[in-house]
């Protein structure tokens, strides 16, 4: 007679893939066969469940202490800690011993490039925990101690960027880009912002104005490469804007072997971001992610304006993401304009520099004609 235990291992890692974390539990106690097929981390039959869970936001006390067991492969905890809650890391969590690689693999996935300033000569591990907390602390207070200055880059529209820091206690990139505008004699438009992309604890928002140009010389080229990465085809090509309530395909599950670190491949396949590590609303940038969060052309397929470009100066910040950020405040769109930058949850930033502009945007690099720290001269 045939028997679930006698069929072959892929498929029977297969099969419990799609199960739950509380029965993967229960079945590896079942029989010394099943116990060797769930621990096996070629196999890993965790893999899926716990993409699931932490899509979901649902932890609780079985994922807390799935460190505590023999038989979940290490390696699934560099998916865990480099997409759970804050929360649940620093205060729930029963984190394995991994070893420095691991959590150097963790932080990369996780942070901002630029974050890794915060390691100086602790380890990896140190450094994680130090960055997590620093996180946790910013989202849930207004102290900025730990960071007096929040640095910003901005695209001039004659090709060059900056580099520029504020204090932190009185950072606030709208009256700093109104500010940018007056220079510009653009204080008259309106201003767009939108989200570039978004990881686990920060998002990167773009302010800028689109407006109908009179001559090119008020074009920022930059900006428009920003939103336009080469070899990846555009929502109207592909399927069109989805709409908010569109399916966010939960169970869908990405292939590392096709995520790159901060590359664009060729046409068919450009690639996607893994060095940091997108959430799911942007899980294919910097191609197109259906399901709503990713607006990056919104104005340009849904209210089909053809000739607005990006004008004048584009300033670029990292806002940091805690529990009340992605709560709506208003009947505003979502997504999109003040509803980023407006409302509880949206009032805390960390710094952006280069070596994060290269991480999410590596084709800016032979774009951008020269890199200047402070204001710089010209526009």
């Not at 699934?76 to 205060?91: C, G, Q, R, T």
């Not at 580099?163 to 505008?181: G, H, Q, T, W, Y």
């Not at 309106?190 to 989200?195: A, D, F, K, Q, S």
């Not at 208003?330 to 407006?342: A, E, F, G, I």
Request: proline share 7%; aromatic share 10%.
């Amino acid at each position: 007679m045939l028997t679930f235990e006698s069929l072959p291992v892929e498929l029977i890692s297969d099969i419990l893939g799609e199960t739950d974390v509380e029965s993967l539990i229960i079945v590896s106690s079942l029989s010394r066969r099943l116990r060797e097929i769930i621990s096996n981390p070629a196999l890993n039959p965790w893999r899926r469940p716990i993409l699931r869970r932490l899509r979901r936001g649902e932890y609780g006390t079985d994922l807390a202490n799935l460190g505590l067991r023999m038989t979940v492969p290490k390696h699934n905890w560099i998916e865990i800690m480099s997409k759970a809650d804050p929360e649940f890391l620093l205060f729930e969590a029963t984190v394995p011993n991994l070893n420095e690689h691991e959590w150097d693999e963790c932080f990369r996935r996780r942070f901002l490039p630029s974050w890794a300033y915060w390691k100086k000569s602790s380890s990896w591990r140190v450094a994680f925990h130090k960055v997590l907390y620093r996180v946790w602390h910013r989202t849930h207070s207004s102290c900025t101690a730990d960071e007096a200055w929040t640095r910003y880059l901005i695209l001039n529209r004659n090709g060059t960027a900056c580099r520029v820091e504020c204090a932190s206690r009185n950072f606030n990139p709208v009256a700093i880009f109104n500010e940018l505008k007056h220079q510009n004699n653009m204080l008259q438009f309106e201003t767009c912002i939108r989200v570039v992309v978004q990881f686990a604890d920060v998002r990167i928002i773009a302010l800028g104005v689109r407006n109908t140009p009179k001559t090119a010389f008020s074009v920022n080229d930059n900006a428009w490469h920003l939103f336009h990465p080469p070899k990846v085809r555009l929502p109207n090509e592909v399927e069109g804007i989805p709409t908010e309530n569109s399916d966010m395909i939960e169970d869908e599950v990405e292939d590392p072997v096709r995520s790159v670190p901060g590359a664009v491949l060729d046409p068919e396949d450009p690639g996607r971001l893994c060095y940091p590590t997108p959430t799911l609303g942007h899980r294919n940038y910097p191609r197109y992610t259906s399901g709503g969060f990713d607006r990056r052309w919104v104005d340009e397929f849904e209210l089909g304006w053809s000739d607005v470009k990006w004008v004048g100066n584009m300033m670029l910040v990292a806002q940091l993401v805690g529990p009340h950020t992605m709560e709506p405040w208003s009947r505003s769109p979502q997504l999109q304009d003040s509803d980023l930058v407006v409302g509880p949850g949206r009032n805390q930033y960390a710094s952006f520099c280069w070596e994060d502009l290269s991480a999410i945007a590596p084709w800016l690099d032979e774009w951008i004609i020269k890199k200047l720290e402070g204001v710089g001269l010209g526009h």
